[in-house]
């Protein structure tokens, strides 16, 4: 038999009973330094197993089977402990070696004792009361999720399922009276239970780059879904001249600027990090569907036989009519709102002048560049209002408000020449709207 022993923080008084119980009673204790040999020192002498801290992977897995063969040989003789600092189910060496003993000696039963983690330690010392949800990371893609109290665990299933979460077992009075431990998830919890999900290598295998819409600018705008992907990625591949770079600091994975790609080239990279079972994000600003030119690489994608699936996000001019207080379609006004663009690399020929007649709102992308050209073009009267919003929703952004003859000029002497959005109509200055029905 193999037992993983906890000795808690670092502290000798902070060992459990069963630790040292554990310790005395083994025919052999491992431990992986010199700060876990001195702990387990006044119980028996253990034998320091060389784990270092080395890139080369052809390496490490040599010294992880060297160190599993040495350890397995041992339990296969009787009870030996392997003892780590803190809790060796947590961010321990002793969860790769359980992994790689039980690959190769099957036979060889395996068995814990919990120890005083680094997380309850510095609560502890720091005077920290952990009241809510936190996060713990290694810097690694988040494949495990832990729920506490899990009073409806039926539905927390369901909602991290969706996540793409495949693997549950729930607990219940865990070392108490009438334990539980179960595959089998129940409709209704105890207060004292804990369900716990993964994402199998099943689930990590499927073939799929999820297009994530970063939303306008600021990191608080990405959608929980966009966020959780981005935590759990592998592999980012986003535009830097497009998003906020601080929505990057959501993920540990590699992260790629794809600004001056070819499309072959971002398709081939994320083609090949999916097959080699990476979660890969492709990162668009403001919403993926809008202006976001993702058919190419979708179709590219799917030639690879690869599936995509798409997150929306809050796109740049909702948040730009939050910023000037306003709603883009109001009664009495307009019920009407266009979407364009000018004319330009990629575009050919636009309809601008053509849609303005329709005297509804209009919200013009990628154009800040054209504003005075754009602004001769429509058919609005020169007092129709407008507003040019300079990266909406960002710690820089800017709001001009002006009208049709004169926001070039307004803009211009601001320099904003780029990142902009263009919202020309009467919404931006309402007088004599209607009240809405639904408040009679």
């Not at 052999?28 to 197993?49: D, H, Q, T």
């Not at 929703?393 to 211009?412: H, N, P, Q, Y």
């Amino acid at each position: 038999m193999l037992i993983g022993v906890g000795l808690g923080p670092g502290s000798p008084d902070l060992l459990t009973l069963a630790a040292i119980k554990a310790l005395k009673n083994s025919r052999k204790v491992f431990v992986p330094g010199k700060l876990a040999a001195e702990l387990v020192a006044p119980y028996a002498k253990a034998e320091i197993l060389d784990f270092p801290m080395i890139q080369d992977k052809t390496e490490l897995l040599k010294m992880w089977e060297n160190n599993a063969n040495k350890v397995a040989n041992e339990a296969g003789k009787g009870t030996v402990s392997f003892a780590v600092i803190g809790d060796p189910n947590f961010f321990s060496t002793f969860s790769h070696l359980r992994r790689t003993i039980k690959e190769k000696y099957p036979d060889i039963e395996i068995t814990t004792i919990p120890g005083v983690s680094a997380i309850t330690a510095q609560a502890a010392r720091t005077d920290t009361s952990i009241e809510g949800s936190f996060t713990v990371s290694d810097g690694s893609p988040v494949r495990t999720k832990i729920i506490l109290k899990t009073k409806h665990p039926e539905n927390t299933r369901e909602k991290l399922t969706a996540e793409g979460f495949d693997e549950f077992i729930y607990a219940e009075r865990l070392f108490m009276e009438n334990e539980k431990v179960t595959h089998e998830i129940p409709q209704n919890g105890d207060y004292f239970s804990i369900l716990v999900a993964k994402k199998s290598k099943k689930a990590a295998e499927k073939k799929v780059v999820y297009f994530v819409g970063a939303g306008p600018g600021n990191p608080k705008y990405i959608t929980v879904k966009g966020r959780e992907l981005l935590e759990s990625a592998d592999l980012v591949m986003y535009t830097g001249s497009l998003i906020n770079l601080e929505i990057l600091d959501y993920t540990q994975g590699k992260k790629i600027d794809s600004h001056g790609m070819k499309l072959e080239d971002i398709i081939d990279m994320l083609a090949k990090n999916v097959e080699a079972g990476k979660t890969v994000v492709r990162l668009h600003s403001g919403d993926p569907s809008l202006y976001g030119a993702i058919i190419e690489q979708i179709d590219g994608l799917k030639k690879c036989g690869i599936n995509i699936e798409i997150i929306p996000g809050v796109t740049s001019l909702f948040a730009a009519a939050a910023a000037l207080r306003t709603q883009l379609t109001l009664n009495g006004i307009t019920e009407t709102l266009i979407i364009t663009r000018p004319a330009g690399e990629t575009l050919e020929k636009d309809s601008i002048h053509e849609l303005s007649r329709h005297s509804a709102t209009m919200a013009i992308y990628l154009g800040t560049h054209k504003l005075r050209e754009i602004m001769r073009k429509v058919a609005y009267p020169k007092d129709t209002p407008a507003a040019v919003v300079y990266h909406a929703s960002w710690d820089d952004e800017k709001v001009i408000l002006g009208t049709v003859g004169d926001i070039a000029d307004r803009a211009e002497a601001l320099g904003i020449d780029k990142s902009a959005m263009i919202i020309i109509g009467n919404v931006l200055s309402p007088e004599n709207y209607k009240r809405s029905h639904l408040y009679g």
